[in-house]
């Protein structure tokens, strides 16, 4: 029986497969460490969420537009501050939850910095009454800790492609992102 990981393969093209998701899986588990240990949890435990998401872009998806660090800080800094801000000038109601997103969704299609698990944010600090610290404390601080670990890491482990592959890439990297045709 033959799966889809070891179908076709050699002995030895499994053991460099093997060894590519094991070193993805640890690098993913340091730098989740790292946020675990300076970004206090028990304060703010829902933005780990957020951060997981981020772990796989960064140690599971490195080439990805959406990994890169343009869209990997600015989606977690637009959707914090964005859900900061609507939640004090409108309060918590549901209306208040879906405008947050939506306005995350918009800012990061504009500006060219779509981070999905950033799009969580907006609910995370709405719904934990986060106050402008938030995106100090945990959010610069957490997404700074795994982009270096995943910096760092990329370069410990032969053979991985070194993060960030470009710091600046728009993502989407072109204009028809979406479910649009042109």
Not at 71 to 91: E, K, N, Q, R
Not at 163 to 182: A, K, T
Request: with cysteine; proline share 7%; aromatic share 12%.
């Amino acid at each position: 029986m033959h799966s889809e990981f070891n179908r076709g393969r050699t002995a030895r093209e499994l053991v460099k497969s093997v060894f590519r998701l094991a070193s993805s899986a640890a690098g993913a588990a340091l730098g989740l460490s790292l946020v675990l240990r300076f970004v206090d949890p028990p304060s703010a435990p829902l933005f780990l969420a957020s951060f997981g998401g981020s772990a796989v872009f960064l140690f599971g998806l490195t080439r990805a537009p959406a990994a890169q660090p343009r869209a990997l800080f600015g989606g977690h800094i637009g959707g914090v501050l964005i859900g900061t801000l609507c939640f004090h000038f409108f309060g918590d109601a549901l209306w208040v939850y879906v405008l947050a997103v939506v306005l995350t969704l918009v800012f990061m299609l504009l500006t060219k910095t779509v981070h999905p698990p950033a799009g969580a944010n907006p609910l995370i600090v709405m719904h934990a009454h986060a106050s402008m610290v938030a995106v100090w404390q945990p959010v610069i601080l957490g997404v700074a800790l795994l982009a270096l670990v995943a910096a760092l890491w990329s370069r410990l482990i032969p053979g991985m492609v070194h993060y960030p592959c470009q710091w600046f890439e728009n993502s989407p990297p072109f204009i028809s992102w979406g479910g649009w045709l042109e």
